[in-house]
């Protein structure tokens, strides 16, 4: 059975930093796609950084381009979103996710797609004040 859980959330001060875990377990991290989606109240849950595990190709959302990392241990079969320069619209439930395929093609950028992932994790919340 697959579980991801989330870890690395909290309040944090606006320009502080946060690095975000998601421990995989009952699954490998072998040419799939592993995203990290955030959903704050009222709001449709979106893609914020993905990472293809078998290449390690990596995809930002623009909000988040510049100041979040994403990336994999495949030792620990945990994936990581380091944040940074947090501003108070990145507050939200954070939601790690795991795709059997790969994170995007040619037309489709599957990484942003709610949809196209089958596996998640319970998230955790990330609150950002001014």
């Known amino acids: 059975q697959v579980h991801l859980v989330e870890s690395g959330g909290g309040p944090v001060q606006a320009g502080g930093s946060l690095r975000l875990s998601c421990v995989v377990s009952g699954y490998t991290f072998s040419k799939n796609c592993m995203s990290w989606f955030r959903q704050a109240p009222g709001k449709e849950r979106e893609g914020v950084a993905a990472?293809?595990?078998?290449?390690?190709?990596?995809y930002y959302a623009d909000s988040v381009k510049g100041r979040f990392t994403i990336s994999q241990d495949n030792a620990k079969n945990t994936v990581y979103l380091q944040m940074s320069s947090l501003k108070p619209e990145d507050t939200a439930m954070y939601y790690c996710?795991?795709?059997?395929?790969?994170?995007?093609?040619?037309?489709?950028?599957?990484?942003?797609?709610?949809?196209?992932?089958?596996?998640w994790g319970q998230g955790t919340q990330v609150t950002v004040s001014s």
């Open positions: 990472i293809s595990t078998g290449g390690g190709n990596t």
């Open positions: 996710a795991a795709r059997d395929l790969g994170c995007a093609t040619a037309y489709w950028p599957a990484w942003r797609d709610r949809n196209a992932f089958g596996y």
